[in-house]
């Protein structure tokens, strides 16, 4: 069965994994449950590449924070160690992974796409930015070791501390996004970057992304395995939906 709100669409050797959590396609406990089934589903066992995309106008909003803040400490823990490994098993993914950006792509939505070996974004009014400072809500460790990893020291202290967001043009620059194409031929273009990757040899392409992302992955490996994110002890409060909200009222995501 395919997990509810990430949908798995075979393409030949190819598999799309879409978030599918509509308006937004918003993170919570049953959508990276569902990002971590997706998985173990026959068809992305036997991918040759992986493609995530988002559906409707978000690639994703990033957090719930209409339902994360209620869930209870027990909750809050079950979800920040399942989007730890989710991230952990992208980043270190043993086939490729295309980011095809189809929409906004906010806060941990963000560094899901800094997951990717190549990033395909939408022209457009997207908007990107890892706004966590905004609504005061910290990082989880894994999140952060690929924001580390993957953003020019300069980028990342613009993008984590100044907290706005940003366009897609401005993304291009900054390294977050390869390429920009129009959103209908979105989709197609991660679709062929994809296959052009995967008929690279397979052992090989792992074993050289180990040593591209082997410190960051190690770490990450230790913080799933240890458990030892500080957030555990208290991550999402009550005050963040009000704070969300009025960001969210000052932002250009429609």
Not at 8 to 13: I, M
């Amino acid at each position: 069965m395919s997990p509810e709100h990430v949908l798995v669409e075979p393409h030949d050797d190819v598999v799309v994994l879409r978030l599918h959590r509509p308006p937004a396609n918003a993170f919570c406990l049953e959508l990276a449950s569902d990002f971590a089934a997706a998985f173990e589903t026959d068809a992305v066992k036997r991918a040759k590449a992986l493609v995530v995309t988002g559906s409707g106008k978000f690639f994703s909003g990033g957090l719930d924070l209409k339902q994360v803040p209620t869930y209870t400490a027990e909750q809050q823990r079950e979800f920040l160690g399942v989007l730890n490994r989710v991230i952990g098993r992208l980043y270190g993914s043993p086939v490729p992974v295309v980011a095809a950006v189809n929409g906004h792509a906010m806060a941990g939505a963000f560094v899901l796409v800094l997951t990717a070996d190549y990033r395909v974004g939408a022209t457009g009014s997207s908007q990107f930015g890892l706004t966590e400072a905004r609504v005061g809500i910290p990082f989880p460790a894994a999140p952060m070791v690929v924001v580390h990893a993957e953003l020019a020291p300069q980028d990342m202290r613009y993008i984590v501390l100044h907290a706005r967001g940003f366009g897609a043009e401005e993304a291009l620059r900054r390294g977050v996004l390869d390429e920009l194409q129009p959103p209908a031929a979105l989709l197609g273009r991660a679709l062929e970057v994809a296959r052009d990757m995967a008929s690279m040899p397979a052992d090989g392409y792992l074993r050289i992304k180990q040593q591209v992302r082997g410190a960051a992955l190690a770490r990450i490996e230790e913080i799933v395995a240890k458990g030892t994110d500080p957030m555990l002890g208290g991550w999402v409060d009550a005050a963040a939906p009000e704070a969300s909200a009025q960001w969210l009222a000052r932002s250009k995501m429609r």
